[in-house]
């Protein structure tokens, strides 16, 4: 089958190439899918790169010494299933399906083997390019708000980030909480945060929302350039910081966007009652059922700057990587 094959660290297109690999075999517990479409995420590139550098220490199942543990990357998919594994009993051939592969990766390919318990039932209104954009962001998204945080209806919340893949989710996630949204992003994103439902749009190219003594119940830092002290600022005094974001590449560095991560875990306990809130996800289907009830109701929809041929995955990664992509990008791949 031909997937996009990295086997060292370094820059796109360099060391992401199509290449004919075996085809996956569907083990105990998990399902083979035939891949319609991938979704790009900034872990990708991250791990294209081995950077920041304390990742390859803190995650060596993900990080080797010269290139990734698994030489396919991708997370998100979007597809039908082609065969079950012993012990699979949610899922058969034919099944539209949609989900995150989670560490392991594989997605920038033909077929993929995810275990049954990180797919779901694709949501019967979207695309399978729809699809795919949707299970890390918005199972990011779902579970910053809802779980961690407890959102509930009335509380004011500001997403820093706002036009992101995460962001566009979270504004959406909020909203149909009935919580009252602010989103921060740059004047070119300002008409589409509004319509995804922030009543409260901030530009940060004109304005700085740590700088306006405004006060929120729940802040989440999709960005990572601001310091912990300017987003704590926001916070009201019992508030709730989330924590995440992949950011851009700014030529290598040693804790990059995990820097505000770090500093949140260490200042965890003196910043009470506020709450900070490194936010680590793990692919779960209840987040995916969550996620498709929510679209088929109207209340959330995957926003898509462009899709991508499997074959042109370097440039989508390096767009990505390079840029403040508005929402997602998406590789077809049937």
Same mark, same amino acid.
């Given at each position: ?36 479409? !991938? ?16 990742? *390859?220490?803190? /995650? ?44 392991? #990766? ?33 199972? /990011? ?9 407890? %959102? ?32 921060? =992003? ?26 306006? #003594? *405004? ?9 990572? *350039?601001?310091?912990?002290?300017? =987003? ?15 950011? %851009? ?48 109701? #109207? ?11 499997? !074959? ?21 791949? %049937?």
């Amino acid at each position: 089958m031909k997937a996009i094959v990295q086997q060292r660290y370094g820059a796109a297109p360099a060391v992401l190439e199509v290449g004919e690999v075996a085809m996956p075999a569907a083990g105990p517990g998990d399902v083979l899918v035939r891949v319609h479409a !991938a979704a790009v995420n900034a872990a990708d590139w991250h791990i294209m790169r081995g950077d920041p550098w304390i990742a *390859r220490l803190a /995650t060596p199942a993900i990080f080797g010494r010269r290139g990734p543990k698994q030489p396919i990357r991708g997370r998100d998919i979007a597809g039908v299933v082609e065969a079950v594994g012993p012990g699979v009993e949610r899922f058969a051939p034919g099944d539209e399906v949609y989900g995150d592969l989670g560490d392991a #990766g594989g997605a920038f390919a033909e077929y993929a083997v995810a275990p049954s318990t990180s797919l779901a039932a694709k949501p019967a209104d979207l695309t399978f390019v729809e699809a795919a954009a949707v299970p890390l962001a918005g199972s /990011t998204a779902l579970y910053g708000l809802r779980d961690l945080a407890g %959102v509930r209806a009335g509380q004011r919340v500001l997403i820093n980030g706002a036009s992101g893949g995460v962001g566009t989710f979270a504004v959406q996630i909020a909203a149909a909480i009935g919580a009252e949204v602010t989103g921060v =992003c740059s004047t070119r994103n300002v008409e589409l945060i509004s319509s995804l439902g922030a009543s409260d749009v901030i530009d940060y190219t004109r304005t700085d929302f740590a700088a306006l #003594g *405004r006060h929120w119940d729940v802040v989440f830092d999709l960005a990572a *350039r601001r310091t912990l002290a300017d =987003c704590r600022r926001a916070l009201t005094p019992d508030g709730t910081l989330l924590l995440a974001g992949g950011g %851009v590449f700014e030529g290598g560095s040693l804790f990059g966007p995990m820097t505000i991560q770090v500093q949140g875990r260490l200042l965890a306990r003196a910043a009470r009652p506020q709450r900070l809130l490194p936010l680590q996800i793990r692919p779960r289907a209840a987040y995916l059922d969550a996620l498709r009830d929510l679209i088929e109701s #109207g209340a959330v929809r995957p926003v898509i700057e462009k899709t991508y041929p499997l !074959a042109a995955a370097a440039e989508a990664v390096h767009h990505l990587e390079q840029e403040h992509t508005r929402a997602k990008l998406v590789l077809t791949v %049937v």
